[in-house]
């Protein structure tokens, strides 16, 4: 009923609200925020970094002035008492007011050099504050989080509103470049990011699950944010920031089903904020695009795969079929974040997709070419998908596309391999699968 409905949703905002909101009971005390200056493109040398590769460790900045404003809920930016001058190391220490759940923009300038980064405040009463390095990458997440909170038409952050830790998940190294290039505006991507959790919301009230939960995982991205935001200011190679930044993304992805919401949802949920960034972000030039894909198929990934794993033990899969499933993945996700161009990232899932399938075929005690029959069964709801897609202008009508997709896909799939004792398998991972 739509009070129901109402009275849940009304929750989640509350629950949203503690996220990034101002917490009045803490009160305003004197913070001291400690953080260093860097001219970085972004985090993470290596090839296996979960964000695309960047530059090794360049040179501090000396010198720079850093000043803090507090990000308030439209976007505008209150500044507050306070600069420093970065050390030769680029390190400083600012003591500002502040109070427990403000989202800060630290700035620094010097010359012609400017940069920035966000930072969370989460002491109460005073205490100190690590926020990570700012880089160019940092820099274009404080710009992109100031333009979701413009975009926004109640100036409070709910439920279909993209957070800082949701910001700071999509906005890689390369489409920092982007920005700083002119490629995208701060305001494309902030757009694209409300897309994603517009649709997330939609795709979570479309299929009766709780807001409440979606609220909490949000809650725990954030959690998982602060965290990164510790690790990488203690990071002390590219090495140790690549792993800070992997395990933020598998967090991020996690905080779903720390929530309540099954693997499954969970897969369907970031499949759904993929096709919204995917489909609605038309703004920008293709690489820019491109950038913000790529890391939208890495999140869908890293929940789709887990999701199949899932299914294949709860239906007893032997530990050499799991064994392969990981392997799978791993290699999946690897050659997402190698990948150069849409062809690549097609054929990094048509690689992981046949290997699945061929653990599939095996666990239903069928052929390879009868899973090919039942997989060709799907081709009018995929094709019910992509019609519904391109004519897309909104989150909630991708939502809509994808519930009815899954419905669709998956009752098929059942009737096909009626009488089959792991035909629920099948539904869950072919249609898992079949979303391009």
């Known amino acids: 009923m739509w009070w129901k409905k109402s009275i849940a949703l009304f929750s ?5 609200l503690a996220l990034s909101g101002c917490d009045g009971d803490s009160g305003t005390a004197t913070v001291r925020v400690q953080g260093r200056v860097t001219d970085n493109q972004g985090y993470g040398g290596a090839q296996e970094a979960s964000k695309q590769a960047a530059p090794a460790p360049q040179a501090a900045v000396e010198g720079a002035v850093v000043t803090a404003a507090r990000v308030q809920g439209n976007g505008s930016l209150q500044p507050l008492d306070g600069q420093v001058q970065t050390d030769a190391s680029g390190n400083f220490t600012l003591d500002v007011a502040a109070q427990t759940g403000d989202v800060l923009m630290l700035r620094a300038e010097k010359d012609n050099f400017r940069s920035a980064v966000l930072v969370t405040v989460n002491v109460a009463g005073g205490g100190t504050v690590r926020a990570m390095p700012m880089t160019a990458e940092s820099k274009a997440e404080a710009e992109v989080y100031v ?5 926004d038409d109640n100036a409070r952050e709910d439920a279909e509103d993209a957070t800082p830790a949701q910001v700071s998940v999509y906005v890689t190294a390369d489409l920092a470049a982007q920005l700083q290039a002119g ?4 305001a494309q991507v902030a757009a694209a990011m409300q897309q994603a959790a517009r649709a997330e919301a939609a795709f979570v009230n479309r299929t009766g699950a709780s807001l409440e939960a979606l609220a909490q995982a949000r809650q725990r991205q954030q959690a998982a944010w602060l965290n990164l935001q510790q690790a990488l200011y203690a990071a002390g190679s590219a090495q140790a920031e690549a792993e800070a930044m992997t395990a933020f993304e598998q967090a991020f992805v996690e905080a779903y089903a720390e929530a309540g919401i099954s693997a499954e949802a969970r897969a369907k949920l970031l499949q759904t904020a993929r096709l919204a960034v995917t489909h609605l ?8 695009r491109f950038a913000l894909r790529k890391q939208a ?3 869908s990934a890293l929940a789709t795969s887990a999701a199949i794993e899932a299914a294949f033990e ?3 899969a032997t530990q050499a079929r799991m064994d392969s499933l990981r392997q799978a ?11 150069a161009s849409t062809s690549a ?4 899932r048509a690689q992981y997709s046949s290997v699945v399938e061929a653990a599939l075929a095996a666990s239903l005690g069928i052929s390879t070419e009868a899973l090919a029959n039942v997989k060709a069964s799907l081709q009018t709801a995929v094709n019910a998908l992509q019609m519904a897609l391109s004519i897309a202008g909104s989150a909630t009508a991708v939502a809509e596309a994808s519930v009815a997709f899954y419905s669709s896909a998956e009752g098929t799939i059942n009737s096909s391999l009626q009488g089959n004792a792991r035909a629920g398998l099948a539904a869950t991972v072919l249609t898992l699968l079949s979303v391009n």
Do not use: D, F, P, Y
């Open 12 to 16: 989640a905002l509350l629950l949203v």
């Open 147 to 151: 333009a979701v909170r413009e975009q």
């Open 183 to 186: 490629g995208i505006t701060a």
């Open 281 to 288: 972000a038309a703004s920008g030039n293709a690489t820019a």
């Open 297 to 299: 198929e890495i999140l």
């Open 314 to 316: 709860a239906e007893g």
């Open 329 to 339: 993945r791993m290699q999946w996700l690897a050659s997402l974040r190698a990948a």
């Open 345 to 348: 990232i097609e054929q990094a």
